[in-house]
Every structure is written in structure tokens, then in C-alpha cells.
């Protein structure tokens, strides 16, 4: 059973609460890192910790949901091995976890629907990555840092 962490900031709340009750009755266990309401947040505050609970496998991929998706999408790539994919269209979840062995899916809640959000999430948990021609690109994405 995979293990997913999940995150948004106040424009993303609804669509959390229907994604989260989805995943929870499939059987997955869900690890919901806030927010817990429709008041404003900074969505930073609820994306690092998705990301880290990758980091430190208390979670398999993550969900994030805010507005236009930018803002959670931006932040969660600044974490060395989160490989985050802004996708509002089935097709692009699935080149997100075919090619690009995306981690975290980032919904934009105010250019879907909230049925195209659990599609998108099931679609993306359903879909394997590649490897093969991909995997060496992939392998490319973090930095190397040099101190």
C-alpha cells in the first residue's frame, strides 16, 4: 500500500478534503499535512513538509493542491529529490510518472474540477515511469553541489 503525503493552502482545501476521503476509501494511507480550512495561508508551510515526509520515506509521492498550482510546484522542486509535476490534463500525469518519474503531483484546484482532480491522482498513481531512454535523464535533474 503506498503511502502518500498530501498538502495545500486555503484555494486548495476543498479539493484536498474530496482527493483525501478518495485515496482513504481505496486503501491508501494518507498523511494530511494541511491546511485545514478555507482561511489564507502561505502554501509553502504545508509543501515542505509533503516533501520532506518523501525525503525521509514516511511517504511514497505526494499531492499538493493550491490555486494555479505554480506557487506548490515551484516550492516542493527546491527539495533535492522531489521530481514535482503541475498537471491539470490526465495526459500530462501520465508523462509526468512515465518520463519524468514525477514524485508529486501539483493541481491547479482553480483550473480543474474537483472529478478531474481524483482522475488526475488516480491517474497518477496508476501509472509506472519508464525507465530505459528516461531514467539517465532523470538521473540528471539534481544538482551537484559543490562545497
Known amino acids: 500500500m503506498k503511502k502518500i503525503?498530501?498538502?495545500?493552502?486555503?484555494?486548495?482545501?476543498?479539493?484536498?478534503?474530496?482527493?483525501?476521503?478518495?485515496l482513504a476509501d481505496a486503501g491508501y494511507h494518507?498523511?494530511?499535512?494541511?491546511?485545514?480550512?478555507?482561511?489564507?495561508?502561505?502554501y509553502p508551510d504545508f509543501v515542505h513538509p509533503v516533501c520532506n515526509a518523501i525525503e525521509h520515506?514516511?511517504?511514497?509521492?505526494?499531492?499538493?493542491?493550491?490555486?494555479?498550482?505554480?506557487?506548490?510546484?515551484?516550492?516542493?522542486?527546491?527539495?533535492?529529490?522531489?521530481?514535482a509535476a503541475l498537471c491539470w490534463m490526465?495526459?500530462?500525469a501520465?508523462?509526468?510518472?512515465?518520463?519524468?518519474?514525477?514524485n508529486v503531483i501539483c493541481i491547479p484546484a482553480r483550473y480543474t474540477s474537483t472529478e478531474q482532480a481524483k482522475q488526475l491522482v488516480n491517474?497518477?498513481?496508476?501509472t509506472n515511469?519508464?525507465?530505459?531512454?528516461h531514467e539517465?535523464?532523470?538521473k540528471k535533474i539534481p544538482i551537484e553541489v559543490n562545497l
Do not use: P, W
Open 5 to 22: 503525503a498530501i498538502g495545500c493552502d486555503h484555494a486548495g482545501f476543498e479539493y484536498k478534503e474530496a482527493v483525501k476521503k478518495m
Open 30 to 42: 494518507v498523511h494530511d499535512f494541511g491546511t485545514n480550512s478555507l482561511a489564507s495561508v502561505d
Open 57 to 83: 520515506a514516511k511517504a511514497d509521492v505526494g499531492v499538493l493542491i493550491c490555486g494555479s498550482a505554480n506557487g506548490v510546484c515551484i516550492t516542493a522542486n527546491k527539495h533535492q529529490s522531489i521530481r
Open 90 to 92: 490526465k495526459e500530462i
Open 94 to 102: 501520465e508523462l509526468a510518472r512515465q518520463h519524468n518519474d514525477a
Open 123 to 126: 491517474t497518477f498513481l496508476a
Open 129 to 133: 515511469f519508464e525507465g530505459g531512454r
Open 136 to 138: 539517465h535523464r532523470v
